[in-house]
């Protein structure tokens, strides 16, 4: 299914009743992905997004996104580890239930002896901030992506270099778009309507 | 295809993508005067070395051990950057590593000016003076603690690190000559050899020279105490020599912003690896509480030296830490070369605490031939790193990775 376009052919992946998701486009090379990405970024145009197999150097400063706070939230991971550690050696061994061993002090002049396993914590903390924390801010889980509609897409995600345009975008124009991607030399631009819903 | 053909059409493929710097010489313009006042602060140094030596031989014994321990390990970790960048073949690292090969070749300076300390070794290495005859715990360990035994060892390390680091800088020229692929690979078995037994000989090293201080204290993991200790130092002298190159002019086509970046993480990573080795071996021995071994910290935590012990502890670990933790100010240049200043000073006074309380047990007592012996081997190690800076390219220009490690990102 497909329609004619300012003479451009335009395909249209997903069911065509449903409303238009975004306008995706392939690029032959991670370089030509990361001047579309900046000049669309010049251009105005916000709510798009890239899909690579593989981290691409530069997409990241050219899409202008801003810095993740993710570093932030293993800070907050790490620090609450370190009181956690610190309060369930201290508080038993120093308050409820004091255990002198060869006549070490309890207290915190014994702190060394407290280190390994606030160390330990605050890794293992801190590491499953980072990880549950990229999951969750990457938006998953998440059952299905209308992106998938395409079929392109589906079949090549894990080798091509793609763009997708939101819809919602204010700056959404199919002409001037299909125009712009065209010349930024994007290949197999795409309408991606949403899937047609099972229970129709 | 061999490694050495793949390895030189990936750089043919690369340079032809990129245009790549030309080879920058060092013009002696930029220090002038300053090269004759070095080389006269070098030569009174080592006359009042030798004066006050002659009259407090004891004293100069542990002064010039503690400087000469200190640009040690700066120049055995130079070493250890040249070998780690060969062995895993990195990119990022080309634009720094002739300067690591220059600081590393003033190993046979270094040996050279540690041979003083042929004449005061029974000061040092107290068990020297000793009979195992009449002392059983020397006899104990006489089999590998004995004179003709540390000498002979003590040659096989300055000659392992020296030869290593003449051979690796060897290729590396050659290559700037005739742009060869084989002279990297050459280096590449250097590395290979010396990864193992150079970590044996260094682990070795410190055992000898630096544990032996008190020949009946043992920790097994003084060598990666050292090593650590090392590795940083040498980063920060690589940083602070990069920064002075660039802003005279010079290293600014390969050495950018990024690598500011990996300067930084590096550096807040083998912080926290010196903390780590130095914590462990601190936790252990303490929780242990064995005699012999908390010998070690009964002493330097005791009297004034704990003050030390406690500046070490923040200064040494904690500033760092804090300080590099942050990604922005770790694009600059300037904030780097800051931190990688302060943790050096920290590394001299970690040599400092290792070595002068053995000979002051009373407590902290500053002498003027410590900052005499530093300052002696301190400048005429610059001076001929000096005299022999402008004799090859600031860089490898030839190497194959040189585009890569120009457009490298962090």
Same mark, same amino acid.
């Given at each position: 299914?497909?329609?004619?376009?300012?003479?451009?052919?335009?395909?249209?992946?997903?069911?065509?009743?449903?409303?238009?998701?975004?306008?995706?486009?392939?690029?032959?090379?991670?370089?030509?992905?990361?001047?579309?990405?900046?000049?669309?970024?010049?251009?105005?145009?916000?709510?798009?997004?890239?899909?690579?197999?593989?981290?691409?150097?530069?997409?990241?400063?050219?899409?202008? $996104? &801003?810095?993740? =706070?993710?570093?932030?939230?293993? %800070?907050?991971?790490?620090?609450? *580890? !370190?009181?956690?550690?610190?309060? +369930?050696?201290?508080?038993?061994?120093?308050?409820?239930?004091?255990?002198?061993?060869?006549?070490?002090?309890?207290?915190?002049?014994? $702190? &060394?002896?407290? =280190?390994?396993?606030?160390?330990? %914590?605050?890794?293992?903390?801190? *590491? !499953?901030?980072?990880?549950?924390? +990229?999951?969750?801010?990457?938006?998953?889980?998440?059952?299905?992506?209308?992106?998938?509609?395409?079929?392109?897409?589906?079949?090549?995600?894990?080798?091509?270099?793609?763009?997708?345009?939101?819809?919602?975008?204010?700056?959404?124009?199919?002409?001037?778009?299909?125009?712009?991607?065209?010349?930024?030399?994007?290949?197999?631009?795409?309408?991606?309507?949403?899937?047609?819903?099972?229970?129709? | 295809?061999?490694?050495?053909?793949?390895?030189?059409?990936?750089?043919?493929?690369?340079?032809?993508?990129?245009?790549?710097?030309?080879?920058?010489?060092?013009?002696?313009?930029?220090?002038?005067?300053?090269?004759?006042?070095?080389?006269?602060?070098?030569?009174?140094?080592?006359?009042?070395?030798?004066?006050?030596?002659?009259?407090?031989?004891?004293?100069?014994?542990?002064?010039?051990?503690?400087?000469?321990?200190?640009?040690?390990?700066?120049?055995?970790?130079?070493?250890?950057?040249?070998?780690?960048?060969?062995?895993?073949?990195?990119?990022?690292?080309?634009?720094?590593?002739?300067?690591?090969?220059?600081?590393?070749?003033?190993?046979?300076?270094?040996?050279?000016?540690?041979?003083?300390?042929?004449?005061?070794?029974?000061?040092?290495?107290?068990?020297?003076?000793?009979?195992?005859?009449?002392?059983?715990?020397?006899?104990?360990?006489?089999?590998?603690?004995?004179?003709?035994?540390?000498?002979?060892?003590?040659?096989?390390?300055?000659?392992?690190?020296?030869?290593?680091?003449?051979?690796?800088?060897?290729?590396?020229?050659?290559?700037?000559?005739?742009?060869?692929?084989?002279?990297?690979?050459?280096?590449?078995?250097?590395?290979?050899?010396?990864?193992?037994?150079?970590?044996?000989?260094?682990?070795?090293?410190?055992?000898?020279?630096?544990?032996?201080?008190?020949?009946?204290?043992?920790?097994?993991?003084?060598?990666?105490?050292?090593?650590?200790?090392?590795?940083?130092?040498?980063?920060?002298?690589?940083?602070?020599?990069?920064?002075?190159?660039?802003?005279?002019?010079?290293?600014?086509?390969?050495?950018?912003?990024?690598?500011?970046?990996?300067?930084?993480?590096?550096?807040?990573?083998?912080?926290?690896?010196?903390?780590?080795?130095?914590?462990?071996?601190?936790?252990?021995?303490?929780?242990?509480?064995?005699?012999?071994?908390?010998?070690?910290?009964?002493?330097?935590?005791?009297?004034?030296?704990?003050?030390?012990?406690?500046?070490?502890?923040?200064?040494?670990?904690?500033?760092?830490?804090?300080?590099?933790?942050?990604?922005?100010?770790?694009?600059?240049?300037?904030?780097?070369?800051?931190?990688?200043?302060?943790?050096?000073?920290?590394?001299?006074?970690?040599?400092?605490?290792?070595?002068?309380?053995?000979?002051?047990?009373?407590?902290?007592?500053?002498?003027?031939?410590?900052?005499?012996?530093?300052?002696?081997?301190?400048?005429?190690?610059?001076?001929?790193?000096?005299?022999?800076?402008?004799?090859?390219?600031?860089?490898?220009?030839?190497?194959?990775?040189?585009?890569?490690?120009?457009?490298?990102?962090?």
């Amino acid at each position: 299914m497909s329609i004619h376009f300012q003479g451009h052919h335009l395909p249209i992946a997903g069911s065509k009743e449903e409303p238009l998701y975004a306008l995706g486009a392939r690029f032959e090379t991670p370089e030509a992905l990361v001047q579309a990405a900046n000049r669309l970024r010049k251009e105005g145009v916000s709510l798009y997004e890239c899909f690579t197999p593989y981290p691409i150097h530069g997409l990241a400063e050219g899409m202008r $996104l &801003p810095k993740s =706070i993710l570093s932030f939230l293993v %800070l907050g991971g790490g620090v609450s *580890a !370190i009181l956690i550690a610190l309060s +369930m050696q201290l508080i038993p061994s120093c308050i409820i239930y004091p255990l002198v061993v060869d006549g070490k002090p309890l207290d915190l002049l014994a $702190l &060394p002896q407290y =280190i390994p396993i606030v160390v330990a %914590l605050t890794l293992m903390i801190g *590491a !499953i901030t980072a990880v549950t924390g +990229m999951i969750l801010l990457g938006g998953m889980p998440q059952w299905n992506n209308p992106m998938f509609a395409w079929d392109l897409f589906a079949k090549d995600a894990s080798r091509g270099f793609f763009l997708a345009v939101e819809a919602r975008d204010r700056k959404f124009s199919v002409s001037a778009l299909t125009e712009l991607l065209h010349e930024l030399g994007a290949g197999d631009i795409t309408a991606i309507h949403q899937e047609a819903s099972e229970g129709k | 295809m061999s490694a050495e053909h793949k390895l030189l059409a990936s750089s043919q493929a690369r340079s032809a993508s990129g245009i790549l710097p030309s080879a920058e010489t060092f013009d002696y313009k930029h220090v002038g005067g300053r090269f004759v006042g070095l080389c006269v602060t070098a030569l009174v140094t080592l006359l009042f070395s030798l004066i006050l030596g002659l009259a407090n031989p004891h004293q100069f014994a542990f002064s010039w051990m503690f400087a000469g321990c200190f640009f040690f390990t700066i120049l055995i970790g130079s070493l250890f950057w040249i070998i780690v960048h060969h062995a895993v073949d990195a990119a990022w690292s080309v634009g720094i590593r002739r300067q690591l090969e220059n600081i590393s070749c003033l190993l046979p300076l270094l040996t050279l000016l540690l041979v003083p300390l042929l004449f005061v070794a029974s000061d040092l290495w107290t068990w020297m003076a000793l009979s195992p005859s009449t002392n059983h715990e020397l006899a104990e360990k006489s089999a590998y603690l004995n004179v003709n035994f540390f000498w002979v060892r003590t040659v096989f390390y300055f000659l392992l690190f020296g030869v290593g680091a003449l051979l690796l800088r060897r290729n590396s020229l050659a290559q700037d000559k005739d742009g060869k692929a084989i002279h990297t690979i050459r280096n590449r078995r250097v590395a290979y050899f010396l990864v193992p037994v150079g970590a044996i000989a260094l682990t070795f090293w410190s055992i000898d020279w630096i544990m032996g201080l008190n020949w009946k204290w043992n920790s097994t993991i003084w060598g990666l105490y050292i090593f650590a200790g090392s590795v940083l130092s040498a980063l920060c002298v690589i940083i602070l020599l990069s920064n002075s190159l660039r802003s005279a002019g010079y290293l600014k086509s390969v050495l950018t912003t990024q690598h500011n970046f990996a300067f930084g993480k590096l550096l807040l990573g083998f912080t926290l690896f010196w903390s780590w080795i130095a914590f462990v071996q601190y936790m252990l021995i303490w929780y242990a509480n064995i005699p012999e071994e908390s010998v070690y910290y009964v002493l330097r935590s005791s009297a004034s030296w704990n003050v030390l012990g406690i500046i070490l502890v923040v200064g040494h670990f904690l500033v760092p830490f804090v300080l590099l933790l942050f990604r922005a100010p770790k694009a600059s240049a300037g904030f780097l070369g800051l931190v990688a200043g302060w943790i050096l000073c920290m590394h001299l006074l970690d040599v400092y605490t290792m070595i002068l309380p053995i000979l002051h047990p009373e407590g902290f007592r500053p002498a003027v031939l410590d900052v005499v012996a530093l300052l002696a081997i301190g400048c005429t190690l610059s001076a001929f790193f000096l005299k022999h800076l402008g004799d090859s390219p600031l860089w490898p220009s030839r190497d194959p990775r040189l585009a890569e490690a120009v457009n490298y990102i962090d």
